[in-house]
Nanobody, 120 residues
Framework: QVQFNESGGGWKQPGDSLTLSCAASGSGLSTYLMGWHRQVPGGHRELVAVVSLSGRTTVGDSCLGRVRISSDNKKNTVNLQMTDLKPEDSAVYRC??????????????WGQGIQVTVTA
């Protein structure tokens, strides 16, 4: 099984910046895509940003221009920096990893999630 260590959430004010960090671990884990998604209660999960092994990034429409993402695939870690936070950024943010574990097929793995609340 894959475990996630997620950090960086909490209470923020509009205009603040945010850094989310994630480290995935598991015996024989090899990732080729990592990043973050977010979800509000009763809502759909939406993409924040992901980065591939080659360094290509994809950013969700709601976060365009406000995020930077980087990863170290050798360590199975990913960092996300978001600027100019808005109340609508409030959500549970979940770390995401796509990869393989020894003896398994390719799969997607999800962290347990951390709360980000943006309010004045």
């Amino acid at each position: 099984q894959v475990q996630f260590n997620e950090s960086g959430g909490g209470w923020k004010q509009p205009g603040d910046s945010l850094t989310l960090s994630c480290a995935a671990s598991g015996s024989g884990l090899s990732t080729y895509l990592m990043g973050w998604h977010r979800q509000v209660p009763g809502g759909h999960r939406e993409l924040v940003a992901v980065v591939s092994l080659s360094g290509r990034t994809t950013v969700g429409d709601s976060c365009l221009g406000r995020v930077r993402i980087s990863s170290d695939n050798k360590k199975n870690t990913v960092n996300l920096q978001m600027t100019d936070l808005k109340p609508e950024d409030s959500a549970v943010y979940r770390c995401y990893a796509a990869g393989t574990v020894d003896g398994t097929s390719r799969a997607e793995y999800w962290g347990q999630g951390i709360q980000v609340t943006v309010t004045a």
